[in-house]
């Protein structure tokens, strides 16, 4: 190419999505199709969302509130934390990149596990980090392992708890064993994109341990239990200080204004997320019981999806499609024996475990 990119470019790899029902439809030539592939809230967003959208629409002319001031006061509100704490992104996956900017120079150590959410790999390639990545055990986030990497170098430690794709969630026990191995210096980010959907006992509120850790910083988003990925927007919680360098290169106006006024009217629906969690408590209950009926194995979830172990993932994947279904395939995450299913309707589970059947008797 005559064209030089920058010297990170060369190294990355463009970000695989979710296939989006209308292309499976076209390639295939059929109709009525699920998705059940990007972990998104099978209930559709929230109607006070939807409302508050309706209400913004007619000053799409303007700009949006570039400090999300009424957004980051609803979410200061939420936590009983100051609007300081707060820096708005459009989607988590943009606050990741804000950090990267913010506090990685090329050559910086960052930490992150082998199966981790792949958007970690991305930032560090971008900012020319040194990767130390730590193996899982049991498809979980090993942090001891994590926290052997760590030096007085190391400037950020990426866990997402659940994780994507596994599905699996650290306690809040290895969590403050980690945060009390690791320099002061050292940001321990802890990405709570499915921390609705958590259900272990000790499962730890990273944004709670802000006070005590001003190392840590929460990521929370609006794609996933508020059922508004179309729009974009996520946050992370932080002491003021890491908030604010956050802030500093900051686009002024990163998150629109639908997004902003949905998110606030999301915020405030509990009733939504209350349906939601439970919708989704009773599809993994569901498809734990189908799945072992079927004598397919599967990585116990803490969050809104399932890695579930076919074997030849890319056929059963095609076969999936075939039927209609739409998952996604993990090989790119180190499990190419597995395929990620995102927990649906009760309609649309027992769509997929049908759909499961019939490739197992072929
Ligand atoms: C879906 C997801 C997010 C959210 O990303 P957005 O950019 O807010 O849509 C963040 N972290 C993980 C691990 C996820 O799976």
Redesign the pocket.
Known sequence: MKFQTARPVAGITVYQPGKPIEEVERELGISGSIKLAS?ENPLGPSPKALAAVQRALGDLNRYPDGGGYYLKRALAKHYELTPEHFVLGN???EVLELLAHAFLDPGDPVVFSEGA?IVYLIVSQLTSCEMRTAPMRDFTHDLEAMAARVDERTKAVFI?NPN?PTGTAVGEKALRRLLERVPERTLVVV?E??CHFAHREDYPDAVRLIPEFPNVVA?R?F??VYGL?GL?V?YGVAHPEVAAAMERVREPFNVNSLALAAAEAALEDREHVEESIRVNDVGREFLVRELAALGLPFVPTQGNFMMVEVGDAKGVYEALLREGVIVRPVAGYGFPRHLRVSIGTPEENRRVVESFANILKK
């Open positions: 972990n989607g988590t996956n959410f997402a994507n990405d994109a499915y990521l988003t794609s996933k990925a974009r996520g």
